[in-house]
């Protein structure tokens, strides 16, 4: 009997439809916590995947299937139902035949907020975006937070919809139509005993508030110099690669956990296909929501730390030490949309979940704040009353970190406003004075190619970065983004959120060979090590230029006369983790 083109199509469809649906690839784009946040004793997850089939798919979470009865889809989501009592934090991957998707980080731990709709939000009069009925209250340690934020609650109308309970922060949603009924309400809370803060967020509910201000064309660096030079990467793969097993007096190298407070990552590149479906130390592993963008900020930033080397793009500097590394667990999570609340909250997670080393390649201006040059800074901007709300928020995160979690470091960006760094009333978070906090600085390579790389005038500040005595250190600012095909050259993007996990990444290495460093030891060797770039000033008053804060002559052993004295620091990969090995053999 002859067949119709139509059956042969069906049938050759059928035949090879195995064939096809290995070919789709299967991301997993969101997996965020959904229904009652507040819930201890369950929790329910929401997930959205890319290139499902109608077959049947296996969750794994930290390697183990989960219950099918755990998991219900309808489509592409699905919506995963959890009982605290029998998961602990871990990556999930979701597996369909030969595919397997990228691998989130999913938190057993209990701090998470929401974020607002679209049309939940206005312009207030700064013209800044802001959150109509979302607000956030910093209960005073004294009392019970969720006890007194249920009270409150009840007393003024409103619902306890989120938390981070480590800080006794209570999301509450208002009975409030516009920002005057907001305003009146922030008000009375405000003026309640039992409230420290109130935290009003400013943001846009799906704006990458972490993207840099726009640069100059002044400031545009020469695409094929090599920027990472300046702090000798290749230099310091070297060293760890070779120094980590040596015949003699070999070292045995801790796995680390580093967190990035970033959005998502875009595994269909060169740099990221190689992380997809399961991953434990002692290799890199990276654990993030897929991104359909290669050149997007998360990509970029968590690039520079775990980016596969030789397929042209970026180039990560600890997948580069994978051969004598215990590996390196690098997550990558932001918690939800709502802004400054949601990264403190993601960050509170990360931190209980055991990460070492958080970097935050993020920052705002309070609105008013003026560049070195004393005009407008234009960029990251905030209201007043968000900027002292954020501040107090701050403040309880970094003395939470000082009590319960002493050995934590959070990396930060300087940031990018051509202005000055640690003035509190016009910068956060790297105006903060903590030994917990380390803040970066951006440079380039100069125009001079005669010059050896210790030389100070190798390298140059950028013209926007943010400066001054509360700057710890610097690093390159630029650096190539991912590409989707292979063997191709990605666009030069540049900024401190892009110095920012240079520092992260050596500090990791530093502490995977020697967990025992404190913050404040670390800080210490990296400025001990630092190269140096700029002219001397000589200890000049905090409002001069200097990029960094100067090197001490107790940073040079002491020597007044040293020649690096008064200049600023510029960070040394290969120096940086000499140092932490002769600290670890000093303990032996």
Request: aromatic share 6%; with cysteine.
């Given at each position: 009997?002859?067949?119709?083109?139509?059956?042969?199509?069906?049938?050759?469809?059928?035949?090879?439809?195995?064939?096809?649906?290995?070919?789709?690839?299967?991301?997993?784009?969101?997996?965020?916590?959904?229904?009652?946040?507040?819930?201890?004793?369950?929790?329910?997850?929401c997930a959205e995947v890319r290139g499902l089939t109608p077959d049947t798919a296996t969750l794994t979470l930290d390697g183990k299937p989960l219950p099918a009865q755990t998991v219900q889809r309808d489509g592409d989501s699905l919506n995963?139902?959890?009982?605290?009592?029998?998961?602990?934090?871990?990556?999930?991957?979701?597996?369909?035949?030969?595919?397997?998707?990228?691998?989130?980080?999913?938190?057993?731990?209990?701090?998470?907020?929401?974020?607002?709709?679209?049309?939940?939000?206005?312009?207030?009069?700064?013209?800044?975006?802001?959150?109509?009925?979302?607000?956030?209250?910093?209960?005073?340690?004294?009392?019970?937070?969720?006890?007194?934020?249920?009270?409150?609650?009840?007393?003024?109308?409103?619902?306890?919809?989120?938390?981070?309970?480590?800080?006794?922060?209570?999301?509450?949603?208002?009975?409030?139509?516009?920002?005057?009924?907001?305003?009146?309400?922030?008000?009375?809370?405000?003026?309640?005993?039992?409230?420290?803060?109130?935290?009003?967020?400013?943001?846009?509910?799906?704006?990458?508030?972490?993207?840099?201000?726009?640069?100059?064309?002044?400031?545009?660096?020469?695409?094929?110099?090599?920027?990472?030079?300046?702090?000798?990467?290749?230099?310091?793969?070297?060293?760890?690669?070779?120094?980590?097993?040596?015949?003699?007096?070999?070292?045995?190298?801790?796995?680390?956990?580093?967190?990035?407070?970033?959005?998502?990552?875009?595994?269909?590149?060169?740099?990221?296909?190689?992380?997809?479906?399961?991953?434990?130390?002692?290799?890199?592993?990276?654990?993030?929501?897929?991104?359909?963008?290669?050149?997007?900020?998360?990509?970029?930033?968590?690039?520079?730390?775990?980016?596969?080397?030789?397929?042209?793009?970026?180039?990560?500097?600890?997948?580069?030490?994978?051969?004598?590394?215990?590996?390196?667990?690098?997550?990558?999570?932001?918690?939800?949309?709502?802004?400054?609340?949601?990264?403190?909250?993601?960050?509170?997670?990360?931190?209980?979940?055991?990460?070492?080393?958080?970097?935050?390649?993020?920052?705002?201006?309070?609105?008013?704040?003026?560049?070195?040059?004393?005009?407008?800074?234009?960029?990251?901007?905030?209201?007043?009353?968000?900027?002292?709300?954020?501040?107090?928020?701050?403040?309880?995160?970094?003395?939470?970190?000082?009590?319960?979690?002493?050995?934590?470091?959070?990396?930060?960006?300087?940031?990018?406003?051509?202005?000055?760094?640690?003035?509190?009333?016009?910068?956060?978070?790297?105006?903060?004075?903590?030994?917990?906090?380390?803040?970066?600085?951006?440079?380039?390579?100069?125009?001079?190619?005669?010059?050896?790389?210790?030389?100070?005038?190798?390298?140059?500040?950028?013209?926007?970065?943010?400066?001054?005595?509360?700057?710890?250190?610097?690093?390159?600012?630029?650096?190539?983004?991912?590409?989707?095909?292979?063997?191709?050259?990605?666009?030069?993007?540049?900024?401190?959120?892009?110095?920012?996990?240079?520092?992260?990444?050596?500090?990791?290495?530093?502490?995977?060979?020697?967990?025992?460093?404190?913050?404040?030891?670390?800080?210490?060797?990296?400025?001990?090590?630092?190269?140096?770039?700029?002219?001397?000033?000589?200890?000049?008053?905090?409002?001069?230029?200097?990029?960094?804060?100067?090197?001490?002559?107790?940073?040079?052993?002491?020597?007044?006369?040293?020649?690096?004295?008064?200049?600023?620091?510029?960070?040394?990969?290969?120096?940086?983790?000499?140092?932490?090995?002769?600290?670890?053999?000093?303990?032996?």
């Amino acid at each position: 009997m002859p067949y119709s083109l139509a059956t042969f199509s069906a049938f050759f469809f059928l035949a090879f439809s195995p064939l096809v649906d290995a070919q789709v690839p299967l991301r997993l784009e969101r997996l965020n916590r959904c229904g009652d946040l507040l819930d201890r004793e369950h929790s329910t997850w929401c997930a959205e995947v890319r290139g499902l089939t109608p077959d049947t798919a296996t969750l794994t979470l930290d390697g183990k299937p989960l219950p099918a009865q755990t998991v219900q889809r309808d489509g592409d989501s699905l919506n995963i139902r959890l009982n605290a009592r029998d998961h602990a934090s871990g990556p999930l991957v979701v597996k369909q035949g030969d595919r397997s998707s990228n691998a989130v980080w999913l938190t057993a731990q209990g701090s998470h907020v929401v974020a607002a709709k679209p049309n939940e939000v206005a312009k207030n009069m700064d013209g800044l975006t802001t959150y109509v009925d979302l607000v956030s209250l910093l209960i005073e340690e004294d009392h019970d937070g969720r006890q007194e934020a249920t009270r409150l609650a009840a007393k003024y109308g409103a619902t306890v919809v989120g938390s981070i309970a480590p800080l006794n922060l209570y999301q509450l949603r208002l009975p409030a139509k516009n920002l005057v009924e907001r305003d009146a309400l922030v008000l009375r809370l405000g003026s309640e005993t039992s409230v420290d803060a109130v935290v009003v967020e400013e943001s846009a509910p799906e704006k990458n508030e972490e993207a840099d201000a726009p640069r100059p064309v002044a400031d545009k660096p020469d695409v094929d110099s090599d920027e990472w030079a300046a702090n000798r990467f290749l230099d310091a793969v070297n060293y760890y690669r070779r120094r980590i097993p040596a015949s003699q007096a070999p070292l045995h190298p801790q796995p680390m956990r580093i967190g990035l407070i970033e959005r998502d990552v875009d595994f269909d590149t060169a740099d990221f296909a190689g992380y997809l479906g399961d991953c434990s130390v002692p290799r890199t592993c990276v654990y993030a929501r897929d991104a359909q963008k290669p050149d997007g900020h998360g990509t970029t930033v968590a690039g520079i730390l775990a980016a596969a080397w030789d397929n042209g793009g970026n180039t990560g500097f600890l997948k580069g030490l994978d051969p004598a590394s215990g590996g390196f667990e690098v997550i990558v999570e932001r918690n939800s949309d709502a802004g400054i609340t949601a990264n403190i909250a993601a960050s509170v997670n990360l931190v209980e979940d055991g990460v070492r080393v958080l970097n935050w390649s993020w920052g705002i201006h309070r609105v008013g704040a003026k560049n070195v040059n004393g005009d407008d800074v234009d960029s990251l901007l905030r209201s007043g009353i968000a900027m002292s709300g954020y501040e107090e928020l701050l403040e309880e995160f970094f003395l939470w970190l000082r009590k319960e979690h002493p050995d934590v470091i959070v990396i930060n960006s300087a940031g990018n406003g051509a202005s000055f760094s640690g003035t509190d009333e016009y910068r956060l978070p790297s105006s903060f004075i903590t030994d917990q906090l380390l803040v970066v600085g951006g440079h380039q390579r100069s125009d001079r190619a005669d010059l050896s790389v210790d030389d100070p005038a190798y390298a140059v500040k950028r013209n926007s970065s943010n400066i001054d005595m509360r700057v710890d250190i610097t690093a390159s600012a630029c650096v190539h983004a991912s590409t989707q095909a292979p063997d191709q050259t990605g666009a030069v993007h540049c900024g401190t959120s892009y110095a920012t996990p240079m520092v992260t990444g050596v500090v990791a290495a530093m502490l995977s060979i020697n967990p025992d460093l404190t913050p404040e030891q670390l800080r210490m060797l990296l400025r001990r090590s630092a190269l140096t770039l700029g002219d001397n000033y000589d200890f000049e008053p905090m409002d001069a230029e200097d990029l960094t804060a100067p090197i001490l002559p107790s940073e040079r052993d002491h020597r007044l006369n040293d020649k690096d004295v008064g200049r600023s620091a510029r960070l040394d990969m290969q120096k940086a983790l000499d140092l932490a090995v002769q600290s670890r053999l000093r303990v032996r």
